[in-house]
């Protein structure tokens, strides 16, 4: 990990109710969720920690960047890439 200083006021929009993605993996089957209007990212891992029952957990915040939706890895990795959680 590598830490540098920045400039939080450097941030030109900050949404204040991101959409988050959770996919729940299990071998090769993967289950996916949206959650909007949550509380905060806290809320959104406890939430699919709670039913991962197993499963492998990845959270996602949306990025709507115009044209398209992207997403941003917050937990998690594919099951296939063997690094786990």
């Known amino acids: 990990m590598k830490v540098t200083p920045t400039d939080p006021?450097?941030?030109g929009?900050?949404?204040d109710e991101p959409a988050y993605v959770v996919v729940l993996h299990r071998g090769s089957d993967a289950e996916g969720f949206r959650l909007t209007g949550t509380l905060s990212v806290h809320e959104v891992m406890a939430w699919a920690e709670a039913r991962?029952?197993?499963r492998t957990v990845q959270v996602f915040v949306e990025?709507?960047?115009?044209?398209d939706?992207?997403?941003l890895r917050l937990l998690?990795?594919?099951?296939?890439?063997g690094r786990g959680r």
Do not use: K
């Open 9 to 11: 006021r450097a941030i």
């Open 63 to 67: 990025v709507d960047t115009g044209d």
């Open 52 to 54: 991962a029952a197993g």
């Open 13 to 15: 929009q900050i949404t």
């Open 76 to 81: 998690g990795r594919a099951p296939a890439s």
């Open 69 to 71: 939706r992207q997403a």
